[in-house]
């Protein structure tokens, strides 16, 4: 080692800190280096003449200084652990609890909704869409003439109406398919009834668009299903022209016994 090294080291060599290796290669060199050794000699004894010394006592503001540091350090923190807190807080308040509000508000909006639509189905709004130049001129006696044809067909009309003539502008059948229709029809059960809507085309084909009554015997309704696809009507006509139309039939089965 050089005398560099071991100057560096001759504080920690009087403490005992150096490990053994160290103070082994420290010793040697001080007892072959008489400039180090004299070195080493002086620092012992300036430890020496310092240990000697008196203590001198600590002046009396010392101890109020360090209370007033203690205090402040004690204040510090709790303003520390305060803003912590506050911004603890806050950030929350900035995340979940927004979504709590949120929630809040449409769970009330949805409430709001459900109790107007529940007042609005207790006392229901009435709108009158009619139209009054509707219901005057020639539409209103299209609308009556409509209801008289479907009750026509019905039955419900007087029979003074139903021997009126039938318009050749109206869609008919063959009275020949009913009696036909009626022959065919089984002479054993219950009385029995059905009604069908129709649809007319202009070639005079015709096939059940709705059935109003339903038969207790669906072999009537087959039945007559099958004779009104193999039968020619009349199609209505409008200006000279075939057009499609509609024509509601029916029909009642009633069995007398002797």
């Known amino acids: 080692m050089n005398c560099r090294a071991v100057t560096k080291h001759l504080s920690l060599l009087l403490d005992e800190r150096l490990e053994s290796e160290f103070a082994v290669e420290v010793s040697e060199h001080l007892w072959s280096c008489r400039k180090c050794n004299r070195e080493f000699m002086r620092l012992s004894r300036l430890r020496q003449q310092l240990h000697s010394l008196r203590r001198v006592p600590a002046p009396q503001y010392l101890r109020h200084l360090v209370r007033l540091h203690i205090a402040e350090a004690q204040n510090d923190y709790v303003v520390k652990r305060l803003r912590e807190f506050l911004e603890l807080r806050w950030s929350r308040i900035r995340t979940t609890e927004r979504l709590w509000y949120v929630a809040r508000f449409l769970g009330t909006a949805s409430a709001f ?16 869409l009619r139209d009054r130049a509707l219901e005057r001129g020639p539409s209103q006696n299209l609308r009556q003439n409509l209801g008289v044809y479907v009750l026509k067909n019905l039955g ?8 009126k003539p039938i318009s050749s502008s109206e869609p008919m059948i063959n009275d020949l398919y ?60 409008q200006n000279g022209r075939a057009v499609d139309s509609h024509l509601v039939l029916s029909f009642s089965k009633i069995c007398v016994y002797d």
């Not at 809507?197 to 009537?220: C, H, M, W």
């Open 178 to 237: 009913l009696l036909k229709f009626g022959e065919s029809a089984s002479r054993t059960g219950s009385d029995d009834s059905f009604s069908v809507f129709t649809v007319v085309d202009r070639s005079g084909s015709a096939k059940i668009q709705n059935v109003l009554e339903y038969p207790a015997d669906s072999r009537l309704l087959h039945s007559f299903n099958h004779m009104l696809s193999s039968a020619q009507l009349r199609p209505a006509s």
């Open 113 to 128: 909704v459900f109790f107007f639509a529940l007042c609005s189905a207790m006392n229901p709004i009435y709108i009158d």
């Open 156 to 163: 419900l009309v007087p029979v003074e109406m139903q021997r």
